[in-house]
């Protein structure tokens, strides 16, 4: 069973940077696709980023893309994800998922998913 464990989360003024963490036990990394998702309130759970389980490489949405990176520490079996340059827009509720079998088309569904953390709040203010 595959057990997944966020930290890192907190407050911040817009533009500062945080680091998440998703401590990853039960498997390691090898066949596994972990991901960062989000959940502002009232909205849907939306696809943040994820390092795909068959070639490694990164995927991240658009609203993050240049100021977050996704990175995996495979000695601690854990993966963390730096958010750069914060806005007001990024304050959610950010999830950690993982899955063993997802393919590269369903990689920003979180119904492809099979284990989640619990997840950790962040919050930016202006």
């Known amino acids: 069973q595959v057990q997944l464990v966020e930290s890192g989360g907190g407050s911040a003024p817009a533009g500062a940077s945080l680091t998440l963490s998703c401590k990853v036990s039960g498997q390691t990394f090898n066949g596994l696709t972990v991901t960062w998702f989000r959940q502002a309130p009232g909205k849907e759970r939306e696809f943040v980023a994820s390092?795909?389980?068959?070639?490694?490489?990164?995927y991240y949405a658009d609203s993050v893309k240049g100021r977050f990176i996704m990175s995996t520490d495979r000695a601690e079996n854990a993966v963390s994800l730096r958010m750069n340059r914060l806005e007001v827009e990024d304050t959610a509720v950010y999830y950690c998922?993982?899955?063993?079998?997802?393919?590269?088309?369903?990689?920003?569904?979180?119904?492809?998913?099979?284990?989640w953390g619990r997840g950790t709040q962040v919050t930016v203010s202006s």
């Open positions: 998922a993982a899955s063993r079998r997802l393919i590269l088309s369903t990689l920003r569904q979180s119904s492809a998913y099979d284990y």
């Open positions: 390092n795909f389980r068959t070639t490694n490489r990164l």
